[in-house]
């Protein structure tokens, strides 16, 4: 079975642009949940789909935003790039059930850097 | 709030030494616990889990027990390979509770770089 992939693996833009990331998920799996990576704040929630509607978001402003269409696949966009949008953004995929156990498993990631 | 703690690093050993990472944990409720591994350049693969009290959850010689009484969650291996070398996080997810905040989302520690000489 094909794992997460993410696409493109890497990107570069400058400040006030947009940018548009893609996430496809192992078969089968319902939601997909993204996490932004940097080295002063680790590994961050952005947010988390689950049939196409967003069931979670973490503490980010909402130049952050994301969709999720019926085959389960999710796009993330950043509005208005700032420096400080540079790092690495990871999607995982996973059933999607409400109890804990529920097991994310990650794609390679996108790295966005901003100049 | 969910959080989890893990051990200074980096940490560095000689191949073939007995490996100990520090993990612990706040939360509500029943967590589930997992450890990931990351290489450079890659994103997080899923190392091992455990998902109620007094559960080991192993791979690839890679070891961890779930300890409510201590919110503990180490992660050891008797004898590392320089092929071990990589980045380390603990992490927790929550039932989902009434209001859906926990949704989806994992708690991460900060992670342990792990170096492995020859």
């Known amino acids: 079975k094909a794992g997460v992939t993410q696409t493109p693996r890497y990107l570069i833009k400058t400040r006030g642009q947009q940018v548009t990331l893609s996430c496809s998920p192992i078969?089968?799996?319902?939601?997909v949940s993204w996490y932004q990576q940097t080295p002063g704040q680790g590994l961050q929630f952005l947010f988390e789909?689950?049939?196409?509607?967003?069931?979670n978001k973490g503490n980010f402003p909402g130049r952050f935003s994301g969709r999720q269409f019926s085959n389960s696949r999710s796009e993330m966009n950043v509005s208005t790039l700032e420096l400080g949008d540079s790092a690495l953004y990871l999607c995982?995929?996973?059933?999607?059930?409400?109890?804990?156990?529920?097991?994310?498993?990650f794609g390679p990631g996108t790295r966005l850097t901003v100049l | 709030g969910n959080s989890v703690t893990q051990m200074e690093g980096p940490v560095t050993l000689s191949e073939e030494a007995f490996l100990t990472i520090n993990c612990t944990y706040t939360?509500?409720?029943?967590?589930?616990l997992f450890w990931y591994v990351q290489y450079p350049g890659e994103g997080l693969q899923l190392l091992l889990k455990a998902t109620k009290a007094d559960d080991k959850g192993s791979n690839k010689g890679f070891e961890a027990t779930y300890r409510k009484e201590t919110t503990s969650f180490h992660l050891e291996k008797g004898s590392v390979q320089v092929s071990d070398s990589a980045v380390y996080f603990c992490?927790?997810?929550?039932?989902?509770?009434?209001?859906?905040?926990?949704?989806?989302?994992?708690?991460f520690g900060q992670g342990t770089i792990l170096t492995v000489h020859p």
């Open positions: 992490a927790l997810s929550s039932k989902t509770n009434a209001g859906g905040t926990s949704y989806g989302k994992l708690t």
């Open positions: 789909y689950f049939s196409e509607t967003q069931r």
């Open positions: 078969s089968g799996h319902r939601s």
């Open positions: 995982a995929s996973s059933l999607g059930g409400t109890g804990s156990t529920d097991t994310q498993y």
């Open positions: 939360a509500t409720g029943y967590p589930s």
